[in-house]
């Protein structure tokens, strides 16, 4: 059973620093596409970050380039997020993914990344101002 289990969340000060570990267990293989998203409540998820393990390239979403930085351990199937200079807009529940291809469609093909898809369960981050 393909199980990602994040941790690392909780709460931080603006301006602070966080870091998430997504571990994925249950594999026999490196996914190809590794990725953090995040919600609010009432709001659709959204697309943070993504790294192609095969290419060596990580995406960024707009809003939280030049802060936050993804990184992968192949050896131990576990990748990161960074989250530097954190603010209140940051605060949500964050998920970790694993998917198969078009690694840098993880802002607009969030309800579908298509087949070998496996999601965390979440963990929460919160910004005090």
């Known amino acids: 059973q393909v199980q990602l289990v994040e941790s690392g969340g909780g709460s931080a000060q603006s301006g602070g620093s966080l870091r998430l570990s997504c571990e994925i267990s249950g594999l026999t293989y490196i996914p190809n596409c590794m990725g953090w998203f995040r919600q609010i409540p009432g709001k659709e998820r959204e697309g943070v970050s993504a790294?192609?393990?095969?290419?060596?390239?990580?995406y960024y979403s707009d809003p939280v380039k030049g802060r936050f930085t993804i990184s992968h351990d192949n050896a131990q199937n576990t990748f990161h997020l960074q989250m530097n200079s954190l603010t209140p807009q940051d605060a949500a529940m964050y998920f970790c993914?694993?998917?198969?291809?078009?690694?840098?469609?993880?802002?607009?093909?969030?309800?579908?990344?298509?087949?070998?898809?496996?999601w965390g369960q979440g963990t929460q981050v919160t910004v005090s101002s």
């Open positions: 993914a694993a998917w198969a291809e078009v690694c840098e469609g993880f802002r607009e093909n969030v309800s579908d990344l298509g087949p070998s898809t496996y």
């Open positions: 790294i192609d393990t095969n290419r060596q390239r990580s």
